[in-house]
């Protein structure tokens, strides 16, 4: 059981650039979330999903985009790099309500700097 | 609209010493309130998670208490070790636009000296 699992760990991009960031869990969670991490400002909601072939808007999601094609994998889409993106992102998952306390399992993280 | 705070933003405590750290939020109307620790580099790692109905939760060294009413949340560490180093974040789940999320604290950075 490998939990939450974030690919890559690190990267850098041009402006501009497009990229992926993939994230699976393998504990048949229903919602996930992406978060982006930066200094003094704690964890800000990008995008979540409710379930499979769901997304929805949170904090932040300008400049993000999400697909959540199957239960396990979330993935979160840059379409053109801004400096402004330069941050550390987090995905999480939890159970469904019916199910449990709501407590949220977290991935190590992407390390990702916009030049 | 909800806010979340720690105070102190970082913390440096002997070994052996027991410790609060403070998480308080704006708004009453919480489901439930988590605690994590984040190692540098790392993802965030659950401690305790307390429901609203709840006063406490404990786990080994570790109590988290909960008082809504004053906003406040306390997470208590027994016996602190150098292991224990590390930046510990409050959250809080809310309603808000049609569904529920979490609102984070910034984190207090704690370093245990040995």
């Known amino acids: 059981n490998a939990g939450v699992t974030q690919t890559p760990k690190f990267r850098v991009l041009k402006t501009g650039q497009s990229m992926t960031l993939l994230c699976a869990q393998d504990m048949n969670h229903e919602y996930m979330y992406w978060y982006r991490q930066d200094p003094g400002m704690g964890l800000r909601l990008i995008h979540y999903s409710v379930g499979e072939g769901t997304t929805a808007k949170g904090e932040v999601p300008d400049g993000y985009n999400v697909s959540r094609l199957k239960k396990q994998n979330f993935l979160l889409g840059l379409e053109s790099a801004a400096p402004s993106q330069t941050s550390v992102y987090f995905c999480?998952?939890?159970?469904?309500?019916?199910?449990?306390?709501?407590?949220?399992?977290f991935g190590p993280g992407t390390r990702l700097t916009v030049t | 609209k909800q806010e979340v705070t720690q105070i102190p933003a970082a913390l440096s405590v002997p070994e052996g010493e027991n410790l609060v750290l403070n998480c308080s939020f704006t708004d009453s109307a919480i489901y439930n309130l988590q605690w994590f620790r984040q190692d540098p580099g790392k993802g965030l790692t659950s401690l305790l998670l307390i429901q609203s109905s709840q006063r406490e939760q404990t786990s080994g060294r570790l109590n988290a208490s909960l008082d809504k009413s004053s906003g406040r949340s306390t997470l208590y560490i027994a016996a602190s070790q150098p292991g224990d180093s590390a930046t510990y974040l409050c959250a809080v789940r809310v309603r808000g636009s049609g569904t529920y999320k979490y609102i984070f604290g910034t984190g207090t950075r704690l370093k245990v000296l040995a």
């Open positions: 999480a998952s939890r159970k469904d309500f019916g199910q449990a306390t709501y407590e949220q399992y």
